[in-house]
């Protein structure tokens, strides 16, 4: 068994627990970034396991897209905002103008990123349950 594909799952486990660390801490953007890793890796892994290298992309969309060319039921990240987390993944790293990320977020947007990239792992999860 290849164990590349546990092994970003592994990783978007750990980013998932530093974003809800620094969500607790008060650093809301790295929080967003860090749930967005965490749903990229998940992802990512998915593809692994179905033995296709994973694109250079951030954009969740674009994964999700790849998992349901390759045949995996992706019925359960139909309803998740993955758009919306995409795009945390860019604005929580740069300014806007004379913005920092530091000022872009919320309390409550940052917990929801994180409760969607949680719901990408626990779906990716069950499929290899599945799988297995």
């Known amino acids: 068994m290849n164990a590349r594909p546990q092994a970003w799952l592994a990783q978007a486990r750990n980013d998932l627990d530093l974003a809800q660390l620094a969500c607790r801490n ?3 953007a790295q929080a967003c970034y860090f749930a967005s890793q965490a749903a990229e890796k998940a992802l990512k892994s998915a ?3 179905l033995g296709l290298e994973p694109p250079h992309t951030h954009v969740l969309g674009d994964l999700l897209t790849r ?16 758009k919306a987390l995409s795009r945390m993944g860019i604005t929580s790293r740069y300014p806007i103008d004379a913005t ?3 000022e872009l977020f919320d309390r409550i947007e940052t ?3 994180i409760a969607v990239a949680a ?7 069950a499929l290899d349950r599945g799988m297995a």
């Open 26 to 28: 008060g650093f809301l």
């Open 119 to 125: 719901a990408v792992i626990a779906a990716i999860e």
């Open 67 to 82: 998992l349901q060319a390759a045949g995996l039921d992706t019925n359960a990240f139909q309803t998740l905002p993955l």
């Open 111 to 113: 917990e929801q990123a």
């Open 100 to 102: 920092p990320p530091a």
């Open 47 to 49: 593809l692994l396991e």
